[in-house]
């Protein structure tokens, strides 16, 4: 775990401010993190009611919580994902993001500790999950936000999964 956080320093843009967006597909996690991001004094500002309008045409679940953090309730898959990160990213009642079980952990550890920090590494993960995370480095990209995803199910791998975000640079 030490090790991902010195990766994040390194790899994520600085956040400009404390408030956060939570994303998850089950609840549970975004509990957990609402509550470590509260106990470090960090904010969970409300969303928008013209975000939660936005949304709600992305196809989701009609019953996603409508809060941060916003559980989706398993709906989307990773096109919806990548849909939900670039239209909260562009609000900025935000200064980062935190992505619970952006794909699937499962196959992330599948050969990347040979491969390096390039373009390449995406191809490692499922087709879905590599485009996702193209789409999150270009949404880190045009915001300048850092937004940090983590695999589902939790399990160790080879690797960081910072390294799957790309390198940031302004």
């Excluded at 401010?17 to 106990?39: F, K, S, Y």
């Excluded at 009611?49 to 679940?61: H, V, Y």
């Excluded at 619970?100 to 490692?124: C, K, P």
């Excluded at 939790?154 to 390294?163: A, N, Q």
Aim: a negative charge.
């Amino acid at each position: 775990e030490a090790v991902d956080v010195a990766l994040s320093l390194g790899n994520l843009p600085l956040p400009k401010g404390p408030r956060v967006a939570i994303m998850t597909p089950a609840g549970g996690l975004g509990v957990l993190g609402a509550d470590d991001i509260c106990r470090s004094g960090l904010v969970l500002p409300e969303l928008p009611r013209q975000l939660i309008e936005e949304i709600d045409q992305l196809g989701l679940s009609p019953h996603w919580s409508r809060n941060n953090p916003m559980d989706f309730i398993g709906s989307g898959g990773s096109t919806v994902t990548a849909a939900v990160v670039e239209t909260v990213a562009k609000y900025d009642c935000f200064d980062s993001m935190i992505v619970f079980g952006a794909i699937d952990g499962s196959q992330v550890d599948r050969g990347i500790g040979q491969a390096g920090l390039t373009d390449s590494v995406y191809e490692e993960l499922s087709p879905k999950d590599g485009e996702l995370m193209r789409g999150i480095s270009r949404v880190m990209e045009m915001t300048g936000k850092p937004i940090l995803s983590t695999p589902m199910p939790f399990k160790p791998i080879e690797r960081s999964l910072f390294d799957f975000g790309g390198k940031y640079s302004p």
